[in-house]
């Protein structure tokens, strides 16, 4: 049975459910369909049904964010069909490392990488994503040969006590909080950074307020951990029953109408909760490669290694530009913008050294020459 048209004030209108044959109109054909108003638990069933689209279209997303652990063997086999054509249009960065560094000669490589999944293995507290001391080497090797920048989700302060690093740059809450070594000669050997970028700071008593409001609501489903990252926020969801994800994504959409200013994004089984400026992940390497003095030099090689899907905000400003290289950090194939993949932070470890050594026997090489 066909839904027919309504006509209300003169507007045409399909109601989201069919109208009966015997309908108003046939009861009682005095009645003019202009005049006709829709009944109240109509429209209200139209937002239902929107919500429950827009709510399914979430808990959707985050499956696939977080991908089945059982596999049949024809699925495996198939998967594993996928990956190897995976790794052909994304080659291991460390197989093909020499092309790598033979697109750098005459070139400035600049460093950026993401933190969690990328320096770090992706913990269930993320409390706990602590660096080993030997990533935190080859990270501090790295940026002793090339301008280095760790640009991530965390607020600045929860990754700075993570690295511990002072002459990197810092580009945290998705690069909404930018900062470098400080140029000042009185902080020039301690730990004092100076701010460079921060483009939402009018957002910072929303940000603060929606996020007493959600460690308050989501008190009723076991295993939310809301992380407040300064000029965003983070709604974890790691070590939520599946079945409870549909009711966290209805309540922090409930949540969010309240605040048009803000908008819902996703990460690796996280809800991210941003301001709706133009400013991503890409934008700060942008700003960052400005700052360093290469905005439109071509004497640059900007390499961006990170796991995540805000990564690849960076990824496409690096494929749009033509220049230099995304490195995606996965174990099974994704859609992404990236050149080149690794597997796990281990690897990102072993490609910052054989980097830097790189680096340093050419630096030798030119000065017995």
């Known amino acids: ?23 108003l109109f046939s009861l009682f054909p005095s009645i003019s369909p202009a005049l006709v108003v829709l009944p109240k638990s109509l429209k209200k069933l139209e937002f239902e049904n929107k919500a429950t689209k827009i709510n399914a279209c979430w808990v959707d997303s985050m499956r696939a964010s977080s991908p089945t652990r059982v596999r049949s063997a024809a699925a495996s086999l198939s998967e594993t069909d996928e990956h190897s054509s995976w790794i052909t249009r994304h080659p291991s960065a460390l197989s093909m490392f020499h092309q790598i560094v033979n697109a750098s000669k005459g070139k400035q490589i600049v460093m950026f990488l993401d933190y969690d999944g990328t320096l770090s293995p992706i913990v269930e507290d993320p409390d706990r994503a602590v660096m080993t001391n030997e990533m935190r080497e080859a990270v501090r090797d790295a940026a002793q040969c090339f301008p280095t920048a760790i640009v991530t989700g965390r607020c600045y302060d929860k990754v700075y006590s993570f690295v511990k690093l002072a002459d990197l740059y810092y580009a945290g809450s998705h690069g909404m909080d930018i900062k470098g070594p400080s140029k000042n000669q009185k902080y020039k050997n301690s730990n004092k950074q100076s701010v ?20 308050e609501k989501t008190k009723s489903i076991p295993g939310v951990r809301v992380e407040n990252n300064k000029f965003c926020l983070s709604v ?103 050149s080149y993949s690794l597997r796990e932070p281990a690897e990102v470890e072993d490609f910052l050294r054989r980097l830097v050594e790189w680096k340093r026997s050419s630096h030798r090489t030119r000065m017995m020459a």
């Open 236 to 338: 974890h969801f790691r070590c939520v029953d599946e079945k409870r994800w549909g009711a966290l994504a209805e309540l922090v959409g409930s949540v969010l109408n309240e605040y048009p200013k803000l908008k819902l994004t996703q990460g690796r089984k996280v809800l991210e909760i941003r301001p709706t400026i133009k400013w991503d992940k890409g934008r700060a390497l942008e700003f960052l490669l400005e700052a360093l003095g290469y905005a439109n030099s071509k004497d640059v090689l900007p390499v961006y290694i990170g796991d995540d899907r805000t990564d690849e905000d960076a990824f496409k400003v690096l494929r749009d530009r033509g220049q230099g290289f995304g490195i995606l950090v996965s174990k099974i194939p994704k859609e992404t913008n990236a």
């Open 196 to 215: 460079l970028c921060q483009p939402a700071s009018e957002f910072l008593p929303m940000i603060e307020e929606v996020y007493k409001t959600l460690e």
């Open 1 to 23: 049975m066909k839904n027919q048209n309504v006509l209300v004030s003169g507007i045409s209108f399909r109601p989201t459910v069919p109208l009966p044959n015997s309908s």
